[in-house]
């Protein structure tokens, strides 16, 4: 597919052929995800599109029948296994779930939400009902923080507070919360940032999975007395990941 852009015949558009080196030398030093680079993958698909339209032209009389049936395989096999890697359809812990584990971790990383928000949401019902406007959720990553917001409000939670991305852009809110449910941190990274931290729930899910919650940070605190005022914590909790 890459050739094209930088043989002879596809001089004119070496400069797309480029902007795809470029960037991939790049995210491969810096440690990019894999699919950073997925935008430029149907340009490359239509460069290689356009080679082998040029090599099956030479065979002039099986042209029609190479086309056609090539064409359709290629289109068939690349959408199985497309679907086998890239869609959430192999049965969790399975020999084909642990494949597609080893090329990309997003459905590790999804499993487990429903139960982490229900632990939240424990913790949250034990708090006295006329205090609950105090308190708030802190996740440490995207991935907490978007569970709580995708299952939070069913259990009346407040939205999830985070300086990971561009969850950093949203704030902590008009009313900074005085007590904080604080998941995604270990407890070193908890009583660093507050004066007063204690457990409150471990997070765990019913498949054994082990992903970032569970192995990195399963536990869920409840802190207080923030060691520096709010706007001064969040200029500095802003983090990328």
Request: one cysteine or more; proline letters at 7%.
């Amino acid at each position: 597919m890459y050739y094209f852009l930088v043989s002879p015949a596809g001089g004119r558009f070496r400069p797309l052929g480029w902007m795809y080196l470029v960037p991939l030398v790049l995210f491969a030093f810096a440690g990019g995800r894999f699919y950073y680079l997925a935008p430029a993958y149907p340009m490359l698909m239509a460069a290689g599109a356009v080679l082998g339209e040029g090599w099956l032209g030479r065979l002039a009389h099986a042209r029609a029948l190479l086309c056609g049936r090539l064409t359709w395989a290629a289109l068939a096999a690349g959408a199985v296994f497309g679907g086998a890697l890239m869609l959430p359809i192999a049965p969790v812990n399975s020999a084909w779930w642990k494949a597609t584990s080893k090329v990309h971790d997003n459905f590790a990383e999804e499993i487990g939400w429903p139960e982490l928000v229900e632990k939240l949401a424990e913790i949250h019902a034990a708090w006295p009902e006329d205090e609950r406007q105090k308190l708030g959720i802190l996740a440490g990553n995207y991935g907490g923080a978007g569970a709580v917001n995708l299952y939070g409000p069913a259990y009346g939670l407040p939205e999830a507070i985070s300086g990971i991305n561009s969850y950093w852009l949203r704030g902590f809110g008009r009313r900074p919360p005085e007590v904080l449910i604080v998941v995604g941190f270990s407890r070193r990274e908890a009583e660093r940032i507050f004066a007063e931290c204690e457990a409150a729930g471990r997070i765990t899910n019913r498949y054994g999975v082990e992903n970032e919650e569970t192995r990195f940070h399963p536990d869920v605190f409840v802190c207080r007395g923030l060691r520096e005022p709010w706007p001064e914590f969040w200029r500095r909790h802003r983090r990328f990941g």
